[in-house]
């Protein structure tokens, strides 16, 4: 069964064109890594994904639903930003992410903020900007969720922490979930990958198994990824 | 999930608002011991202490209507958005909880004022005032418990209808590329607009059509009143109604959170 569907998906800001005519199929079990220059519409596609953009056309289905209400319950979404409310503590969003998602895992979230070393009741507001992305981390990765939609993961991580976090969505996705990330930092989450997929000036310009270009192209994807975006 | 946004909504905003009712009492309770004691012979510190509560009671006016749009603004059209639009909770349940807050929040607010005003008020005037009132009832011919019914029904409505018009403006601005706020303020002003040629309208039709002549009822003075009151009721209804299901609808239909 696939997870995530898109079929002529276009995504229009004024005249600019930000997705056009996307056709994508994505089957569960999965990790794909979804990169591309500034610009190319890795976030706009996330977004459309979680709910909150609205295409200008085509069609989005998430486990053969349209993005709506009900597919929120199947999507565990990290934003590229900080989206917490300040003036809570780490408890207090713990307990937030436990009232509205029965597919939440209170044990490991809190088990992950240990190896972390983030204090139940330290305040948000006190946190640094890493910090905060490594407990949005945990947050959205202690869901049981269908399919995972990590915008930047470890972007604003420091490199001690990013081997943590990358192993920790390895093992919380189970068989039947996807997990779709997008990153710059290619080197360090290659990987973790199944499949990539090259998007360029909202076009989709490679969609392979990563072990399909090791073969292919005798390189890494890193690699492969300078040598096509190259300026 | 309605009771669970609510209990979020209010935990959010009262950490702020509930210090500031605390103040606003206490000041009124020391200038009432101030303003009325003839003991009390310093006339600057009760200028200051006078000043402060005025100043509070009008600031916490405008604080609570500030704060309850900003409330709206960025816990679902801001950065808060990111979570709150991807909660396994209808987009009108987010909206409802956000107006619920804000209602409770300004009448509780109200109450305070209110409460500090008396408080403050010489206990001869509060008599007396509420001789007048109850005079006023008896030569209406009304009820009083069915006035305070009323009128707490159209404080309720007449509260909601201050921010459901801002909230459908904020939604509208959203859907814009850039110059969000400006354009929110746009269709506030055309909102504002449309809202005005429709009462006056109303209001005309009623004229022309010569209503009550129409309805043909030798009707009291006193049913009069209920009519009125009920007809209040309806409008605010409607255009409570009206201005959430548009912001409903923008929310659920046209979301742009870039």
């Given at each position: 069964m696939s997870i995530l569907k898109c079929v002529n998906l276009s995504k229009n800001y004024g005249r600019h064109?930000?997705?056009?005519?996307?056709?994508?199929e994505l089957p569960e079990g999965k990790i794909v890594g979804l990169l591309g220059p500034n610009g190319s519409g890795k976030t706009t596609l996330i977004k459309l994904i979680a709910g909150l953009l609205t295409p200008t056309c085509g069609q989005l289905l998430v486990c053969g639903q349209p993005v709506s209400v009900a597919t929120n319950s199947l999507i565990s979404y990290l934003p590229e930003r900080t989206y917490l409310n300040d003036w809570m503590t780490v408890i207090d969003i713990l307990l937030f992410f436990?009232?509205?998602?029965?597919?939440?895992?209170?044990?490991?979230?809190?088990?992950?903020?240990?190896?972390?070393?983030?204090?139940?009741?330290?305040?948000?507001?006190?946190?640094?900007?890493?910090?905060?992305?490594?407990?949005?981390?945990?947050?959205?990765?202690?869901?049981?969720?269908?399919?995972?939609?990590?915008?930047?993961?470890?972007?604003?991580?420091?490199?001690?922490?990013?081997?943590?976090?990358l192993s920790t969505i390895i093992s919380s996705y189970a068989?039947?979930?996807?997990?779709?990330?997008?990153?710059?930092?290619?080197?360090?989450?290659?990987?973790?990958?199944?499949?990539?997929?090259?998007?360029?000036?909202?076009?989709?310009?490679?969609?392979s198994d990563v072990d399909t270009i090791r073969e292919e192209h005798g390189k890494s994807v890193d690699s492969l990824f300078r040598e096509v975006f190259r300026c | 999930m309605l009771a669970k946004l609510l209990k979020y909504e209010f935990k959010s905003i009262g950490r702020l608002f509930l210090p500031l009712y605390g103040l606003?009492?206490?000041?009124?309770?020391?200038?009432?011991?101030?303003?009325?004691?003839?003991?009390?012979?310093?006339?600057?510190?009760?200028?200051?202490?006078?000043?402060?509560?005025?100043?509070?009671?009008?600031?916490?006016?405008?604080?609570?209507f500030i704060q309850c749009v900003l409330r709206f603004k960025r816990n679902l059209l801001g950065d808060e958005g990111y979570l709150m639009m991807t909660l396994p909770v209808s987009r009108f349940d987010l909206i409802f909880s956000k107006l619920i807050a804000a209602v409770v929040w300004t009448v509780i607010g109200?109450?305070?004022g209110l409460t500090s005003l008396f408080i403050l008020t010489p206990y001869d005037s509060m008599v007396s005032t509420f001789h007048i009132l109850s005079d006023i009832f008896r030569?209406?011919?009304?009820?009083?418990?069915?006035?305070?019914?009323?009128?707490?029904?159209?404080?309720?409505?007449?509260?909601?209808?201050?921010?459901t018009p801002v909230y459908t403006a904020l939604s509208l601005g959203h859907i814009s590329?850039?110059?969000?706020?400006?354009?929110?303020?746009?269709?506030?002003?055309?909102?504002?607009?449309?809202?005005?040629?429709?009462?006056?309208?109303?209001?005309?039709?009623?004229?022309?059509?010569?209503?009550?002549?129409?309805?043909?009822?030798?009707?009291?003075?006193?049913?009069?009143?209920?009519?009125?009151?009920?007809?209040?009721?309806?409008?605010?209804?409607?255009?409570?109604?009206?201005?959430?299901?548009?912001?409903?609808?923008?929310?659920?239909?046209?979301?742009?959170?870039?």
């Open positions: 064109a930000a997705l056009s005519s996307l056709d994508l436990n009232s509205f998602y029965d597919d939440f895992d209170m044990k490991k979230a809190t088990d992950m903020l240990t190896s972390l070393g983030i204090k139940p009741h330290d305040k948000l507001k006190a946190m640094s900007k890493g910090t905060k992305e490594k407990l949005q981390l945990i947050l959205v990765m202690s869901r049981k969720a269908r399919l995972y939609l990590l915008d930047e993961p470890i972007g604003g991580v420091d490199p001690a922490a990013r081997d943590y976090i068989d039947n979930a996807t997990v779709l990330i997008s990153t710059h930092l290619i080197g360090d989450v290659e990987k973790i990958l199944d499949q990539v997929i090259f998007l360029q000036n909202g076009v989709i310009k490679l969609n | 606003s009492i206490l000041l009124a309770i020391a200038n009432r011991f101030t303003a009325y004691n003839p003991d009390f012979e310093y006339e600057i510190p009760e200028f200051v202490l006078m000043g402060t509560f005025i100043t509070l009671l009008m600031g916490l006016a405008i604080v609570t109200g109450c305070v030569y209406g011919g009304f009820n009083g418990a069915m006035f305070f019914v009323y009128m707490i029904l159209i404080g309720i409505l007449g509260v909601a209808a201050v921010y590329n850039k110059n969000k706020m400006l354009a929110s303020f746009g269709w506030y002003f055309i909102n504002s607009i449309a809202v005005n040629i429709l009462s006056s309208g109303l209001v005309l039709t009623i004229e022309k059509v010569q209503l009550w002549d129409m309805l043909r009822i030798d009707i009291s003075g006193t049913m009069v009143s209920h009519m009125i009151f009920i007809g209040i009721i309806i409008i605010l209804l409607i255009y409570n109604a009206a201005h959430l299901l548009i912001t409903n609808y923008v929310l659920k239909n046209k979301l742009n959170l870039e």
